[in-house]
């Protein structure tokens, strides 16, 4: 059959490898300083900026379209969902989901009513800044979670961010590579052409070696049968939430999810990025929360 990727782009690898090594510097310096005090409130601001950065592109995208979402409604209501899980620590909880939801639909709803010059297409519009605030807001929401638990092992949310990201890249690196070299069975011609069954089975083997990798050095912790769940379940996951994203982007008609403006380079714009880590930081969390007993 004919192969259903193209071979390594190197010139645009080098600038992939460059710009993942600079945010990989910053991004695991920050773990490294986990227990820190300061450490929570400034990954807080972290996933603020890439919350405001993916619910721009999600804008964006929608007004190729020609609708009109609300990048200050989305972006503020996917603020307070993160903020209610900086806030919620064990009984406390002072900024509930109920309070957010509903200030929330009062800003979209309402607002539309005073800003929105395209009223004519206020269902859609009103249904893409939701879909990005709760996107966005569930989805690194659950990463700044992760990052504040607390267990036997000094750092357990550094560990677990850690291995969130290092179990989910190895994947993607695994998949791009052995697609690009043996894909022939398209996964999903008709969302992302490019991808193949072949890179798909890849990706689990990047997940496998990614968790192997974590029980060796920062979760010591961790059963045989932790690695195999884990790789499986952030594996099957990611790559789900990879083709949501792709779906996005071939109904708006885009290459990139930041629609041909300002990018990240050679990684495309921050939904590409964050696309399968909206879905496996959830399931990381529920995994440890159910399982381990994590809360």
Known sequence: MERTTPKVDTRNMTVRITTAAVFGLFFFSLLWFGDQPWAPGTYL?????????????????????????????????????????????????????????????????FGALFFDAKLEDALPSQAITWLGALYLGFGL??????????????????????????????GDTAAYFVGSYFGR???????????????????????????????????????????????LLLGTVGQLGDLVESTWKRSAGVKDSNAGNVSIPGHGGMLDRVDSLVFAAPALYAYVHFVHGFN
Not at 149 to 161: A, D, E, V, Y
């Open 45 to 109: 601001a972290v996933m603020a900026a890439a919350i405001l950065m993916g619910v721009r592109e999600m804008t964006l995208m929608a007004r190729v379209r020609g609708f009109n979402p609300s990048l200050v409604s989305g972006v503020l209501v996917a603020w307070g969902i993160m903020l209610h899980f900086y806030f919620a620590t064990g009984n406390q909880d002072p900024l509930p989901l109920w309070l957010v939801f509903t200030l929330g639909g009062l800003l979209i709803h």
């Open 141 to 170: 929401g659950f990463q700044q979670k992760l990052f504040m638990l607390q267990g036997t092992l000094p750092k357990t949310g550094s560990r677990l961010i850690l291995s969130l990201f290092i179990i989910t890249w190895f």
């Open 185 to 231: 069975h398209k996964l999903a011609p008709k969302v992302s052409p490019k991808k193949s069954w072949e890179g798909a089975f890849g990706n689990l083997g990047g997940n496998l070696l990614g968790a192997f990798l974590m029980k060796a050095t920062v979760c010591p912790e961790w059963s045989l049968v932790d690695i195999f769940a884990l790789a």
